[in-house]
Nanobody, 122 residues
């Protein structure tokens, strides 16, 4: 099973930006980013197809976040702009279980990183 390692989290003021990275130990299929705030369920943020040609976002981040990938580096990115306090959470990258694109449920992903904390202050 592929291993995933996230980085790039931190503390930022509202309106600021962060870029998260997720390095995989091997090639992956569709990839996704999820987040989990204290006391809340893990929620879908964004997903990208293997080729990078197709992306899909949750309504809460659409227009502010951008997912991208570099398959030569086995790396997926999440550029987060115009951050809000409600974006505060642990962010996880995940590798999809099958060949389908557009997966948004945690159960559809078979490998997960350890998470990186993003804190947005008001």
């Amino acid at each position: 099973q592929v291993q995933l390692v996230e980085s790039g989290g931190g503390l930022v003021k509202a309106g600021g930006s962060l870029r998260l990275s997720c390095v995989a130990s091997g090639s992956t299929r569709s990839m996704g980013w999820f987040r989990q705030a204290p006391g809340r369920e893990r929620e879908f943020v964004a997903t990208i197809s293997w080729s990078g040609d197709h992306t899909f976002y949750s309504d809460s981040v659409k227009g502010r976040f951008t997912i991208a990938r570099d398959n030569y580096k086995n790396t997926v990115y999440l550029q987060m702009n115009s951050l809000k306090p409600e974006d505060t959470a642990v962010y996880y990258c995940a590798a999809a279980r099958g060949l389908n694109f557009g997966l948004t449920t945690p159960g559809d992903f078979e490998a997960w990183g350890q998470g990186t904390q993003v804190t947005v202050s008001s």
